[in-house]
């Protein structure tokens, strides 16, 4: 579905190649979109097609990253929660990012947080049982009445775009009583309210995350959201191709299902084709195969466990078998559902998911994702620009991965043949297609080593170098397409024919 949403919306015709566009530490003050605006132009050349922008939409704070959500229906337009614009930017700065980025081939989607709210206008009184913690399915206290705040009213938008009001009967559960200043889980009465079923069954059962957690069962709150997710794809014009859903493992699966059916079949939305990925962040293949088979419809999920086997094998250096390294992942089972990455805004250093990968080993991770077949990769903004935080610790750039994008836009084509016969040591060749030169590539997370590989009789006799620059020398290839790729130790390299299309695009030692 990637690479229909791709091909029918961005106009390229290389491979498509996505960014995440913030990092949580980003620059605030309303400056992003027209950064992104600024960079389009860039970020297309390098070769990437597909751009997923932060939370767009109005959150209880105007400084914040924007996951506390307050009003869908506010891209700041309206004077709410401390001003119009969000952290990132007014409405009309989110539009011009949109478009230009589209006028330079690439695609927005749209960081759809559907789980919860906050910042809510008042305060309302219902019935609520307490829940324990680490079963919620077990009560902890009888009915009773607290003061929660689940009153959103919107008064600065006034009826635009949605009149809804919502109240405690749109959500499921809250964790503060205003009256005693008491946090807790609370699960909210009501006839037949229960927590979701469809949802990820850690803590028993985790529908809930924090703040107002949304009832995704009741009917206005239900038509309320797929009506946003509707509008804002009409509202920000064709270049919103789809959406990145968060937290998905704490939403009934079967309300993430209606949301991307019913948008898909709306002729008036006309996004036929509309990718959606989904973060459910746990490491457990299980787990992520079990909630793609129930979903009746094709949906993306992060590849957390690969994340999780870069971690590793990051940390572990050359103990790390290489060979093991797609052992559990979304790529290697489900590869069309898969969007494969390194690093992101929650596993960066400072975040509470903390598990940031070697930098050392990151070139090795991103040509892992970047230059095979399979999975649709997704770069990180602090791997490619760096990290602003925390303070005192900001992250560098991953060195050269530019490059690495650019070897995917320019070579990674064709056929795949693999050489993985050594723990340290893996190579790989893209045979390419009928117009686009392939290429070889070696990694190495030990000491240096080579791979002998096969490029094909059609390449005898003819020299060729790492666009990295990483081993430097060349290569000739035997009469019988066959020849010994270098790699220096912890490194990558590509190889790819001396006089091959596109070698002027790349960094000059």
């Not at 946090?183 to 037949?192: A, C, L």
């Amino acid at each position: 579905m990637s690479g229909d949403a791709n091909a029918a919306y961005s106009g390229k015709d290389h491979n498509y190649t996505m960014i995440q566009a913030f990092e949580w530490y980003s620059e605030g003050g309303g400056v992003h979109w027209n950064k992104l605006a600024k960079v389009a132009p860039e970020l297309a050349d390098m070769g990437f097609t597909a751009m997923w922008f932060p939370p767009p939409t109005k959150a209880a704070g105007q400084n914040s990253v924007g996951y506390d959500v307050y009003d869908l229906y506010d891209l700041g337009e309206f004077d709410q929660k401390g001003g119009k614009r969000t952290n990132y930017g007014t409405k009309e700065e989110l539009l011009k990012a949109v478009k230009t980025a589209k006028e330079n081939g690439i695609v927005t989607y749209v960081d759809a947080v559907l789980n919860h709210r906050f910042g809510a206008d008042r305060i309302e009184t219902f019935g609520v049982v307490e829940v324990d913690t680490n079963d919620r399915t077990k009560e902890i206290s009888d009915l009773y009445d607290i003061k929660g705040w689940t009153g959103f009213d919107f008064p600065g938008r006034d009826n635009k775009y949605s009149s809804l009001k919502w109240n405690f009967n749109h959500f499921t559960g809250v964790d503060y009583n205003d009256e005693n200043q008491k946090t807790s889980i609370y699960r909210i009465h009501g006839d037949g309210k229960t927590w979701a079923k469809g949802v990820d069954k850690e803590n028993k059962n985790y529908d809930y995350l924090m703040g107002a957690d949304i009832d995704h069962k009741h009917p206005e709150a239900r038509e309320d959201i797929i009506n946003w997710g509707k509008w804002i794809l009409k509202e920000l014009g064709p270049g919103a191709a789809g959406f990145r859903f968060d937290a998905v493992k704490h939403i009934d699966r079967s309300f993430i299902a209606d949301f991307v059916k019913s948008i898909r079949a709306d002729e008036d939305v006309n996004r036929p084709k509309m990718f959606a990925v989904g973060e459910f962040w746990k490491d457990s293949i299980e787990d992520l195969e079990e909630y793609l088979g129930a979903l009746g419809t094709q949906f993306s999920v992060f590849d957390a466990p690969l994340h999780y086997n870069f971690k590793e094998a990051g940390d572990r250096g050359g103990e790390y078998d290489m060979r093991a390294i797609w052992d559990g992942t979304v790529v290697q089972k489900r590869p069309i559902d898969a969007v494969t990455l390194v690093d992101n805004h929650d596993t960066q250093v400072g975040q509470a998911l903390e598990s940031w990968v070697s930098p050392a080993f990151k070139p090795l991770a991103y040509a892992l994702i970047l230059l095979r077949p399979s999975g649709y990769p997704c770069v990180f903004w602090g791997d490619l620009y760096g990290t602003a935080g925390p303070e005192g610790n900001p992250q560098q750039p991953v060195a050269q991965l530019g490059d690495l994008i650019r070897a995917r836009k320019l070579y990674a084509y064709g056929e795949i043949r693999d050489y993985w016969d050594h723990m340290n040591c893996v190579g790989w060749v893209r045979t390419g297609d009928e117009t686009r030169p392939g290429c070889a590539v070696v990694l190495c997370n030990g000491g240096e080593g080579f791979k002998r590989m096969e490029v094909g009789k059609e390449h005898a006799n003819e020299k060729w170098t790492d666009v990295l620059r990483w081993h430097k020398g060349e290569v000739i290839i035997g009469e019988d397409g066959w020849a010994e790729f270098m790699c220096s130790a912890q490194s990558v390299s590509v190889w790819v024919k001396k006089d091959a299309p596109g070698r002027e695009e790349f960094r000059k030692a």
